[in-house]
């Protein structure tokens, strides 16, 4: 079973830039293609941003294009976010995901970690 610890969250003026992380463990973790996800208050839990098994293929939700970039350490069993530019909507908690294909939307697991809390005031 897949271990999942996201962590790098706080709080954030509109505009600043945080980074996440997340640490895998618990099986081939660079057989995955890996998956960002994010759940505001009062909203279903939402993809945010994906990258293949290898880490040279990324792909984004359209509100995060451009802003967030995705990016992965497989020696570290690692996937990184960096978040610039962020903007008080961005608000919410972040939590990781293997994805079962690149480009795909859904999560590998139905089950999560306890994600890392980011809050952008205006």
């Known amino acids: 079973q897949v271990q999942l610890v996201e962590s790098g969250g706080g709080l954030v003026q509109a505009g600043g830039s945080l980074r996440l992380s997340c640490a895998a463990s618990g099986r081939t973790f660079s057989s995955y293609a890996m998956g960002w996800f994010r759940q505001a208050p009062g909203k279903e839990r939402e993809f945010v941003a994906g990258?293949?098994?290898?880490?040279?293929?990324?792909y984004y939700t359209d509100s995060v294009k451009g802003r967030f970039t995705i990016s992965r350490d497989n020696a570290k069993n690692t996937v990184y976010l960096q978040m610039n530019s962020l903007k008080p909507e961005d608000t919410a908690v972040y939590y990781c995901?293997?994805?079962?294909?690149?480009?795909?939307?859904?999560?590998?697991?139905?089950?999560w970690g306890q994600g890392t809390q980011v809050t952008v005031s205006s």
């Open positions: 995901n293997a994805v079962p294909w690149y480009g795909s939307s859904s999560p590998e697991y139905d089950y």
């Open positions: 990258i293949n098994s290898g880490g040279g293929r990324t």
